[in-house]
């Protein structure tokens, strides 16, 4: 299942199979692309793995993206890989802030470590996930780093103090009063009034 026309032939064949679970479906740079019910997620990814037709037995990745402006903030969007047919399906769920989704952990076991880092880095909460902890960021931190209202520059700061001879953590001080900010764009073209 190589060329377009097989794939649209797929995505035809998935959209009749399971009408009900399927918001939207895309094909970019002959990648089928199906967004699809947070509700239905588990059941989707299962399909997908055993129908004669797909089997997508491989979770490549998972991951999420942060669209700060739209309802629906987050896509937490699922790679899959089927051997069988030498294509790749990417399975899209939209999520509000305070949305969670199911953990596919018991489908996929290396969704475990995947969900779990999104969880560190993004605040999305799966539910049923065997040992939802952080991974990248210590377990005292506060916050999640990739959400795009984290502060840039963080809470601490983290220095080596030479007098007492220890790593000391104080609040970020950033004084704005020296800075000389220039808010032109050099690609702007500037009209001067005689």
């Not at 967004?35 to 979770?59: M, R, S």
Request: net charge negative.
């Amino acid at each position: 299942m190589t060329n377009n026309k097989t794939i649209k032939d797929f995505a035809i064949l998935i959209t009749a199979l399971i009408p009900n679970f399927i918001k939207d479906v895309s094909i970019i740079h002959n990648e089928l692309i199906l967004i699809i019910n947070n509700q239905d997620l588990k059941n989707v990814i299962l399909f997908l793995k055993n129908h004669t037709y797909a089997q997508y037995k491989v979770l490549c990745d998972i991951t999420a993206v942060d669209f700060i402006d739209r309802e629906e903030r987050f896509e937490v969007v699922y790679q899959l890989l089927s051997i069988t047919y030498a294509t790749r399906i990417r399975i899209k769920v939209l999520l509000n802030e305070n949305q969670s989704t199911e953990s596919i952990s018991t489908l996929h076991s290396s969704a475990n470590w995947y969900e779990r880092e999104i969880w560190d880095l993004f605040g999305i909460f799966f539910m049923n996930h065997p040992d939802l902890r952080r991974i990248l960021t210590d377990y005292g931190f506060e916050g999640h780093p990739l959400k795009k209202d984290f502060p840039l520059t963080g809470y601490l700061e983290v220095r080596y103090d030479g007098t007492i001879k220890q790593v000391v953590a104080e609040p970020v001080d950033i004084t704005q009063e020296f800075r000389n900010f220039n808010f032109s764009s050099p690609w702007e073209i500037s009209i001067k009034q005689k």
